[in-house]
């Protein structure tokens, strides 16, 4: 069996719910993040953004921003002279700083850096932009019309069908069998359309950098974001700057959710810093995270599901059209891999367009495309079951997919644990408690992937026996925590004896972004391996000091032991005594690791609500929530727990009230958090959360991905409690109070 | 020869083959294999796919085994948040 | 932008009549974030929170005399006030989050003239009167008169208002305010109802007002509302009457809150469930 | 320009800054005194992760000009532990595991701490709608109303 899979085993540590090793530096203030830090001679930076959707840049005219006292640079587009031959990375590029149009509301111009945020600020009012005001769309399904205005042309990939309009860039279809076949063997079959509303990641921490370039070519960045390798790699390609000359280091990060997996601001800074000579702090206001950065694509949805009388699925198809925003997006083919994941299905299609619209670049958002996958898919499942009179969970487990089944996908699935979640759901108090008038009880399954990738981590002996552990992927949910944790179970010594850091990109190889879920599980795997590494040698080192074959030493217990009898007579060596004479068995210890962490295990989630409806108001409120999801193993329960829970919450405000409102004029109506509603305290319940763990074969510990599987069912979830609360179908996200009393009205 | 299951829109640029078979013991082998044997399949190939090889998904790793008898699914390129 | 700290209302009333650009600042929970925004670009911020007699409650005539910069969070905090108009309270209690109650004033709510303000039609059905102090002297103006559109006022250059009036209590009467919106806290109203009504001796309704917020340009003072109740015992027909009166009486626009046809049909269910706990409390029974 | 010279409390401490008379007092706390524990998630009064206490009042320090601070006390989430003395609600955050990210936790504790002055005994109902201006997207909210559930009812056995 090779090292990296699963072996069953006590732990000491990991499972247990030591407190947060940033803690203190969190409830203190203490903790930098990415607007907290200045640097000497410093400036500030600031954006000036199209007010329109879609616009020829005519002109522009800095002279007068230049002009200004304590203006130290202004940069437009033709600043950029490096040409990225990567039509990915052109693509960001003008994402960042619009080159000939502005293709959305809120899409860069210019940008200037100034002795005060209030200098900066006023001499953006002072560029002059000359804007020709083009034709624009941003609905999904009218940017699929042969005659909508074009966003860009020549995107088109070689899968499109013809007859489809410009903005449609790809199309992916998946599944197996033949579903027509199928839904002739049904009893009852169910087709259905449905929308889902763009959704913004709402990360409370907005983009932040400090930026220095000098005219070597050498720079350093301090950036909140979810892979400062990644920022480093894409600022070079950008700038054509050697990634060995620029620096960046990771800030604390407050949030990201996917959306700070990509760049917008940190070229801008270091073009600044370089122009000015001078460092400069670029910080988004809250009106440029909403009009700029990351939403999820919006999407529109057909569905059909075939079922016999006693629950089977005999069929089902599915057309995902997913809004990309204004540039080729990728997330349409995950939504067409992800719908009918969860089930073990004879006969199954899905397709999934991806389409190009004058909105801000859609970015990744938790488990991108599977939510609004999920969504449609378990909605015609609830309904079928009410129609055929039929449990929804038992349904659900009567076609669930299992180890063996051939997923919708394709790949035929491992040990998974779908139904473990089903049956936890089945004998939960939740799912037998009386509901009141008014009032639904939902569930609704969901599937993530989970990822791995690159990724490195080192560990330090320190001459002291402490041990000091460099990863190079920003922490966001309290990830250092479980790094610790692992290296201390894996060498055997007590949590406090080690202390894990961010590395910048200078100090460690290429760390993949912190997404996929894939940081406990690919940067714990390369932990326990340099954890392991450093293992052998100590034992190396013992085995020298005893006068034995290293081979003879076994480590246990944070000390190396004589492997047996026949090893010799020796009192075990602990770290600590080993660390002590490094210099003079060899010189420092050090392990390391190194890998493309591939085959990360799949994870599901079954979720259940009740919702009480307002027949008069259509207001819905959430009463009652439980997660059930697989973890493999729960490293750190209490962040395991803490993924469930928010991934539930923003799950319930993407089913309930979040929106981006576009009004006729292409522009954003609301762009800030007064009326982008997230939800806040009082709209939510207590969420429970329930961790299965079935070990992911492909990881020491049986570590799964959680942080992504979270928001993938409380859309359905929801909606089923809604629509079996207010006794009417609801097809539209948000299901906001006008559109719950609109269906109400229209029974 | 390892069979390689194609996803559909994919299968269709392969003379709509919704499997293909490619001479190949690595990952590596199989996706110059497919890219010399189906050029259509070319321009995806480029933009990046992952491969499930028994269930498990590979991306990048080029030395990665593949059994005759192993399920090889080629997929869109993954990506997460 | 010069900053001001009169200590007087004449030092304010000077300050902005000589500076027809300058802004009065109390709670600053809509002034900053226009400033912000840089909607606004004002000369001069006076901040009349250095005013003393601008910053206390007193009573007056058996009612209570609410200075202009006195946050609501602070009102919230006075039993007696709470005790005889809650609806005012309540309304006021419900602009924005906790740290926002910690600044924002009735006044300010009333001077920003958002028609979906909330503590204004508390007030207007309240019979709330606002003191305006002005060049050419003091005047007292029903709240109902202050919005004249959104973002407009009645009050004339130099002016400003130096407190809200809440008159006295007339016996077996009762306020309340009711408001809609998506989330449990921290929107702006889609609808909000306030009804303020009083009984005879037998337990029938003798006077009400009822003002409607968020769905006309300013707040509507609804006589067809009060009709619908008056002389009865406040019982389900009378509610019927009431909020059909409510949906018929509302004039809102679709905007990104809310759509005509659900301000309209919310207006006449929070009308109806508005007055319910006006008159239970005017029995006494709340 | 003209600055404005303020001397306020900050903390328990005198403190003379000077400011432009459009800056914000987080602005001031932020970039002139760097106290940045006080975050700007939104400048609008939305979000709740500058809530500092001014003369005893929760406020969104976004919303309160720096020179409207003149004479007065202002206490942030810097002044909250006593030396290496951590407030219980501190200590409660990190035990119940009530953050992932962080950024919105300065804002919560000090909202926190002002309502358990002010409500010792405060429902979980009381709980969230006091924290209603706080946003929180990583925790769903959940191990937050528990801490601050727990704390409370340490601090009244406590006391």
């Known amino acids: 069996m090779p090292k990296d899979e699963f072996q069953a085993r006590d732990f000491k540590i990991v499972g247990t719910r030591p407190l947060r090793p940033d803690g203190i530096d969190k409830v203190t203030g203490k903790a930098r993040y990415g607007a907290d830090v200045t640097a000497p001679g410093m400036l500030w930076g600031a954006v000036l953004r199209s007010p329109h959707a879609h616009a020829r840049i005519v002109s522009i005219d800095t002279s007068a921003a230049e002009a200004m006292k304590g203006v130290k640079a202004v940069i437009t587009r033709a600043d950029f002279t490096y040409q990225p031959d990567d039509p990915g990375l052109a693509d960001v590029l003008d994402n960042c700083m619009a080159g000939e149009k502005a293709r959305y509301d809120g899409h860069a111009v210019a940008a200037v850096a100034a002795t005060s945020k209030k200098i900066a600020h006023d001499a953006l009012d002072a560029i002059k932009v000359e804007y020709e005001v083009l034709a624009h769309v941003t609905d999904v399904d009218e940017a699929m019309k042969p005659d909508a205005p074009v966003?860009?042309?020549?995107?088109?990939?070689?899968?499109?069908?013809?007859?489809?309009?410009?903005?449609?860039?790809?199309?992916?279809?998946?599944?197996?069998?033949?579903?027509?076949?199928?839904?002739?063997?049904?009893?009852?079959?169910?087709?259905?359309?449905?929308?889902?509303?763009?959704?913004?990641?709402?990360?409370?921490?907005?983009?932040?950098?400090?930026?220095?370039?000098?005219?070597?070519?050498?720079?350093?960045?301090?950036?909140?974001?979810?892979?400062?390798?990644m920022v480093r790699n894409t600022c070079a390609g950008l700038l054509g700057l050697d990634a060995g000359m620029l620096r960046v280091t990771a800030s604390e990060i407050g949030g990201g959710f996917g959306g700070k997996t990509h760049v917008w601001i940190e070229p801008v800074a270091l073009m600044l810093?370089?122009?000015?000579?001078k460092p400069v702090k670029l910080v988004m206001s809250r009106d440029e995270v909403f009009r700029a950065t990351g939403p999820t694509a919006s999407s529109s949805i057909d569905v059909k599901i075939g079922m016999k009388k006693d629950g089977t699925i005999t069929g089902a198809t599915a057309t995902y059209r997913l809004q990309a925003g204004a540039y080729p997006g990728a997330i349409a083919f995950l939504s067409a891999m992800c719908g009918f994941a969860p089930y073990d299905?004879?006969?199954?299609?899905?397709?999934?367009?991806?389409?190009?619209?004058?909105?801000?670049?859609?970015?990744?958002?938790?488990?991108?495309?599977?939510?609004?996958?999920?969504?449609?898919?378990?909605?015609?499942?609830?309904?079928?079951?009410?129609?055929?009179?039929?449990?929804?969970?038992?349904?659900?487990?009567?076609?669930?997919?299992?180890?063996?089944t051939k997923s919708a996908y394709g790949p035929t699935y491992p040990a998974i644990g779908l139904k473990a979640t089903l049956k936890a759901a089945q004998s939960h108090p939740h799912w037998t408690a009386p509901l009141g008038e008014n009032q639904g009880r939902g569930v609704a399954c969901g599937f993530w992937f989970n990822f791995g990738g690159d990724t490195c981590?080192?560990?330090?002996?320190?001459?002291?026996?402490?041990?000091?552990?460099?990863?190079?992927?920003?922490?966001?949910?309290?990830?250092?925590?479980?790094?610790?944790?692992?290296?201390?179970?894996?060498?055997?010594?007590?949590?406090?004896?080690v202390r894990t850091i961010i590395a910048d990109t200078a100090s460690l190889g290429q760390n993949e972004v912190t997404d996929g879920s894939r940081v406990t599980f690919a940067v714990g795997l390369a932990t326990i391996k340099a954890a392991r590494h450093a293992i052998e040698i100590m034992k190396e080192r013992a085995a020298m000091t005893w006068g034995i074959d290293p081979e003879a030493v076994d480590w246990h217990d944070g000390a190396a032991h004589p492997a047996g009898p026949n090893a010799g007579k020796f009192p075990p060596m602990t770290i600590k005594e080993i660390a002590a004479i490094a210099s003079n068995t060899g010189g420092p210890i050090a392990g390391h690791h190194e890998v493309n962490a591939e085959g990360a295990g799949v994870s599901f989630a079954t979720h259940m609500v009740d919702t009480e409806v307002d027949p008069e108001t259509g207001a819905v409120k959430v009463l009652r929530y439980t997660v059930f999801q697989d973890a493999g193993k729960a490293v750190h329960p209490d962040y395991v727990e803490g993924q469930f829970q928010g991934g539930a919450a923003q799950g319930i405000g993407w089913a309930i009230n979040e929106e981006y409102i576009y009004g006729e004029d292409g522009r954003l109506q609301n762009p800030g958090f007064l009326d982008y509603r997230v939800p806040v305290a009082?709209?939510?319940?207590?969420?429970?959360?329930?961790?299965?763990?079935?070990?992911?074969?492909?990881?020491?510990?049986?570590?799964?991905?959680?942080?992504?599987?979270?928001?993938?069912?409380?859309?359905?979830?929801?909606?089923?409690?809604?629509?079996?609360?207010?006794?009417?179908r609801l097809t539209s996200l948000p299901m906001s109070p006008p559109r719950v009393l609109a269906a109400l009205k229209g029974q | 020869m390892v069979a390689v299951r194609l996803w559909g829109s994919l299968a269709e640029l392969a003379d709509g083959q919704q499997t293909v078979e490619i001479e190949a013991a690595n990952l590596r082998q199989l996706l110059d294999g497919l890219a010399r044997d189906y050029p259509a399949l070319k321009p995806q190939l480029e933009r990046g796919v992952s491969v499930s090889i028994d269930g498990k998904i590979y991306n990048d790793t080029w030395a990665t085994p593949i059994e005759k008898n192993s399920e090889v699914v080629l997929l869109n390129r993954l990506v997460g948040g | 932008?010069?900053?001001?700290?009169?200590?007087?209302?004449?030092?304010?009333?000077?300050?902005?009549?000589?500076?027809?650009?300058?802004?009065?600042?109390?709670?600053?929970?809509?002034?900053?974030?226009?400033?912000?925004?840089?909607?606004?670009?004002?000369?001069?911020?006076?901040?009349?929170?250095?005013?003393?007699?601008?910053?206390?409650?007193?009573?007056?005539?058996?009612?209570w005399r609410i200075g202009a910069a006195v946050p609501s969070a602070e009102m919230n905090e006075m039993s007696d006030l709470c005790a005889d108009w809650p609806g005012v309270m309540e309304a006021a209690d419900l602009i924005g989050s906790t740290q926002i109650q910690g600044r924002a004033t009735m006044a300010g709510n009333l001077c920003n003239a958002s028609p979906a303000a909330d503590s204004v039609p508390a007030m207007v059905a309240a019979g709330a009167v606002a003191r305006i102090a002005g060049p050419?002297?003091?005047?007292?103006?029903?709240?109902?008169?202050?919005?004249?559109?959104?973002?407009?006022?009645?009050?004339?250059?130099?002016?400003?208002?130096?407190?809200?009036?809440?008159?006295?209590?007339?016996?077996?009467?009762?306020?309340a305010y009711l408001r809609f919106i998506p989330r449990t806290e921290m929107d702006i109203a889609v609808v909000g109802v306030g009804v303020h009504v009083t009984l005879d001796d037998?337990?029938?309704?003798?006077?009400?007002?009822?003002?409607?917020?968020?769905?006309?340009?300013?707040v509507i003072l609804s006589q067809s509302c009060a009709d619908a109740l008056i002389g009865t015992p406040g019982d389900d027909a009378a509610l019927d009457a009431l909020a059909a009166a409510a949906t018929e009486e509302a004039t809102p626009i679709d905007d990104k809150r809310g759509t005509v046809a659900f301000r309209k049909d919310i207006a006449g269910v929070l009308a109806r469930r508005t007055a319910k706990i006006a008159i239970a409390r005017a029995k006494g029974d709340a | 320009m003209s600055q404005i010279h303020v001397t306020a409390t900050i903390n328990g401490d005198e403190t003379e800054f000077l400011c432009d008379p459009t800056e914000t007092l987080l602005d001031v706390l932020r970039d002139h005194l760097d106290l940045t524990g006080s975050k700007e998630g939104c400048g609008s009064g939305d979000c709740g992760a500058c809530s500092i206490i001014l003369d005893g009042r929760l406020v969104c320090s976004c919303l309160v000009l720096a020179a409207e601070a003149e004479g007065r006390s202002v206490e942030t989430i810097e002044g909250m532990a006593e030396g290496d003395k951590l407030h219980p609600l501190q200590e409660k955050f990190i035990e119940h595991a009530a953050l992932q990210c962080g950024i919105c936790t300065p804002g919560i504790l000090v909202a926190a701490k002002n309502l358990l002055e002010r409500n010792p005994n405060p429902s979980e109902e009381e709980v969230r709608y006091w924290l209603a201006g706080n946003l929180c997207r990583c925790t769903g909210y959940d191990k937050i109303i528990r801490a601050v559930m727990d704390t409370a009812a340490e601090m009244r056995g406590a006391a």
């Not at chain 1, 199954?348 to 367009?353: D, H, P």
């Open chain 1, 457 to 497: 981590v080192s560990l330090m002996v320190n001459p002291d026996g402490t041990v000091s552990l460099s990863e190079g992927n920003p922490d966001i949910g309290g990830s250092r925590a479980s790094m610790s944790m692992m290296a201390a179970e894996e060498l055997g010594v007590p949590l406090d004896q």
């Open chain 1, 345 to 404: 299905l004879e006969n199954v299609r899905t397709e999934g367009f991806e389409v190009m619209t004058n909105r801000p670049k859609a970015a990744a958002y938790r488990a991108p495309g599977a939510p609004m996958a999920a969504y449609p898919v378990e909605s015609v499942i609830d309904e079928l079951c009410q129609k055929l009179d039929l449990d929804p969970l038992e349904t659900r487990l009567k076609n669930a997919a299992d180890e063996g």
């Open chain 3, 1 to 63: 932008m010069r900053f001001e700290t009169p200590t007087t209302v004449d030092e304010a009333v000077r300050l902005l009549s000589d500076d027809p650009e300058a802004r009065i600042l109390a709670g600053g929970t809509d002034l900053l974030v226009r400033l912000r925004a840089r909607q606004v670009a004002p000369s001069a911020v006076i901040d009349v929170k250095r005013i003393a007699e601008m910053t206390v409650i007193t009573r007056e005539e058996g009612g």
């Open chain 1, 682 to 728: 009082s709209d939510l319940p207590m969420i429970e959360p329930v961790i299965l763990e079935i070990p992911n074969p492909g990881h020491p510990y049986g570590v799964r991905g959680v942080g992504e599987t979270s928001i993938v069912p409380p859309l359905a979830a929801i909606a089923n409690a809604v629509s079996r609360a207010a006794g009417v």
């Open chain 1, 273 to 277: 810093s370089r122009k000015a000579g």
């Open chain 3, 202 to 218: 037998q337990g029938k309704i003798s006077a009400a007002r009822v003002a409607l917020g968020a769905v006309a340009p300013t």
């Open chain 1, 151 to 229: 966003i860009e042309a020549g995107r088109q990939q070689e899968n499109v069908p013809a007859g489809l309009s410009e903005n449609v860039t790809s199309r992916s279809k998946y599944g197996h069998g033949d579903p027509e076949a199928g839904f002739s063997q049904a009893d009852l079959v169910i087709e259905r359309s449905f929308t889902t509303a763009a959704t913004h990641q709402g990360y409370i921490e907005p983009h932040a950098c400090l930026a220095t370039l000098g005219a070597d070519g050498q720079g350093d960045l301090w950036v909140c974001t979810q892979g400062h390798y």
């Open chain 3, 136 to 175: 050419s002297g003091t005047r007292d103006v029903a709240v109902e008169d202050i919005p004249t559109g959104p973002g407009q006022t009645s009050l004339k250059p130099g002016e400003l208002i130096t407190s809200i009036f809440l008159p006295v209590k007339p016996a077996m009467s009762g306020d």
